[in-house]
């Protein structure tokens, strides 16, 4: 059990570096906005892009917008609620992160109203095996429109990674419980 935990933990570490090495050195930067930006506006004023790639995403709030320039204190070009995210007027000061910290910021939020909304409905979550299939293909088929690049194909071996750590613990519950239930 021992050797698999530690297989396991040696396989998370390396699917993190693969994450940060196809992210790449830009990762992770935030910035602060420096004069107030209206919801249909196409220029965001900070006080530095240093670290921002030349185009690409940041995060204000629950809004992600895309950008196809910047210069050394604007992000230009800016088309607003993208993957559905609602589009807002935003006041000086308030944050902007770039894709990795505006995910991580965003993911952290979905938790923890995922939480909030499992334990709601914790009475009425079932553990029938049947249904299983489903929910496993809800996940598979989920709309993953936040994922660009090559993180899409992180996703296909993490899935596979994922289904392997199950099975294996499912396989190590079911010898721990033959070895308290079954002594004989």
């Known amino acids: 059990m021992g050797k698999m935990l530690g297989f396991f933990i040696l396989i998370t570490l390396m699917m993190g570096a693969l994450g940060m090495f196809f992210q790449g050195a830009q990762g ?11 919801s249909t506006g196409t220029t965001a004023t ?18 992600i917008m895309r950008y196809s320039g ?7 070009g800016l088309t607003r609620g993208v993957a559905g995210t609602p589009a807002a007027a935003y006041a000086s000061g308030v944050r902007v992160y770039d894709e ?14 995922q939480v909030q909304n499992e334990v709601e409905q914790a009475g009425r979550i079932t553990l ?3 249904s299983w299939g489903a929910l496993v293909e809800r996940v598979i088929t989920a709309n993953q429109t936040f994922l660009t690049g090559n993180w899409q194909l992180i996703m296909l071996p993490w899935y596979a990674f994922t289904g392997c750590l199950l099975f294996s613990l499912a396989l190590a519950m079911a010898g721990l419980i033959r070895t308290v239930f079954l002594r004989g």
């Open 28 to 38: 992770g930067v935030v910035t602060t906005l420096t004069a107030s930006l209206t």
């Open 46 to 63: 900070v006080s530095t892009t240093d670290g921002f790639k030349n185009s690409g995403r940041i995060i204000i709030r629950n809004e």
């Open 70 to 76: 910047k210069t050394a204190t604007t992000f230009t």
């Open 100 to 113: 990795v910290a505006g995910y991580a910021n965003l993911g952290s939020q979905y938790q923890t109203l």
């Open 128 to 130: 029938n095996p049947l």
